[in-house]
């Protein structure tokens, strides 16, 4: 079977022609020394034997010099020199190996030294010119491409045949090549254009060719993939574009030829998130879905995801009326037949809360909507608490005063041993939740995970907006990692968790492996097209208040186990007294009125002890940068 396809293999045409010209050209180089018909060039030494020896280390020799690597289509003089070469050590290695093995004199074989490698190298070079002088031939006319932008398509599938047939239609590109690592595609054509070569070949090749654009249709590719690809696409000094992943290709709104610059969610190194969509869709299908915060980065998301499952109504709070504009704006453009209802308001509005959960009734509420830069919550204890603990709060009352089926908790991997004023807060959001399940119809469920790329305030952005300036980019310091992932993947684990709990749980969101904050900075330097260092610079800022080298997901009294999907754990709560938890927080909210940060510090202090093994400032300034300095 193996043998069957490496025959059925393009270039296994090459390669018999090539042996078959060598044996007639030792023949031919006989007869011309010998005058005498067809033969050896030495008469004791038996054809057969004197033939194989010849095909063996001639064919060795071509294969050495990397003749086989190019295309036939593309051969050039580079390639007649390879020829001219492998035919004169042939012709010494020939004639070394009959002196050696078979006692010839060297005089027997003195004649060929000139002949053979000349018959060769006619025989070898003549056809693959005239193919090429064939094939440029039958090219489309050179004025019609002239002008056009000449593109590399990385990757000879089903996606890299759809996007020449895109761009040939559009007519602003002309494809002249494939590469692919796919062995089967070495010699092939696609839709009459050629696979050049392989991956890594992008370099040479691109050169060779006159490339202007190298673009990467690889759409299931791992992230792992796409790094290595990248990488050599940098090392082509190409201009670089790829496809939208399959998760982009999801939404029609995308097209196959809608080309992206690479960004660093294609480098994140996770594998695509596979969801049980069933279980998901009927979970929401049919629902009144009420999401808070449903203008930022989560929350947009989940609007998009849930939008697509046909629920009967969603409803979207947001506080920011820009952000609500946004996402009203965009959900009634792509979903015409969707009950849709955007309300302007804050969860911390009491009224806000009774009214809208009372008047639309939902079936499901997703609790987006919370303060987390951490810096700045660091000296603003009364609105993180007011916000994250007392509005998550009155949100889940209203939930079980209105019957609310689920109530989605979407908490944080700083809520874990909390270092900071917004990982304590968190905590506390949770630990009401889990308490309000135990006495409660509805459903209270907690969703943990860690940082998300591109999300409102992360350092992605912030990155991005150094590099546009020149650098420097400010890492805090050389060894702090996170966890991080995508905003559609962590949106669509959220959907799954919902789904998947009957109440009291914390999902815990599988996050990969950390990476280095370093790391992220310098991908997102190269991606820019600068190289780290060189053109800019990373410098090192120090820790922050309340900010923690490593993250962690799990609390050590929080045992936790797999569920029935891979991404996501259950860890099992910590139980909170009811009476105190409730007897704190209404005090909580007494001192919210006045203002009482020092009261509110105890409180916080009270319900989350391990906060006391880090200092609280709520003091302005506090947070602001101590040292600068860089990187070496």
Known sequence: MNVMRILRHPRAAVVVHDIVMVALAWLAAGWIIARDGFGGVINDIPLGAELTLVLVVQGLILWSTGLYKGLWRFASFPDLWNIARAATFGTLLIITALTIFYGAQVREVLGSVLVYPAILFLALGLPRMCFRFWKDSHLPDASKTAGLQRVLVLGAGRSGALLERELRHRGASDVIGFLDDD??????????IPVLGTLDQLPRIGREVGADLAIIAMPSATNQQMRRVVEICEKSDLEFRTLPTLNDLGNKATRIDDLKRVAIDDLLGREPVSLVWDSIRDGLAGKRVMITGGGGSIGSELCRQI?????VELIV?????????????????????????SVLGDICDPATVEKVVGEYRPDMIFHAAAYKHLPILQTQIREAFRNNVLGTMRLAEAAERHAVGTFVLISTDKAVNPANIMGATKRVAEMYCQNMNASSHTR???VRFGN????????VPLFKEQIAKGGPVTVTHPEISRYFMTISEASQ?????????SGGEIYVLDMGEPIKITYLAEQLIRLSG??????????YTGLRPGEKLFEELFHELEPYEQTEHEKIFLAHPRQADWENLSADLRAAESAVTRYDTKTLKQILLRLVPELAKTSISTKPGAAEVISIYRAS
């Open 183 to 192: 062995e089967r595609l070495r010699g092939a054509q696609v839709h009459g």
């Open 307 to 311: 939008a697509r499952l046909n629920p």
């Open 317 to 341: 709070v947001d506080n920011s009326e820009y952000a609500l504009y946004r996402i009203d704006h965009e959900l009634h453009s792509e979903f015409q037949d969707l009950i849709f209802y």
């Open 444 to 446: 209270y469920i907690t």
């Open 452 to 459: 998300v790329l591109n999300s409102n305030g992360s350092v």
């Open 493 to 501: 684990l959220i959907m799954q968790a919902a789904v998947l709990g």
């Open 530 to 539: 600068k190289e780290p260092g060189r053109d800019i610079q990373i410098v």
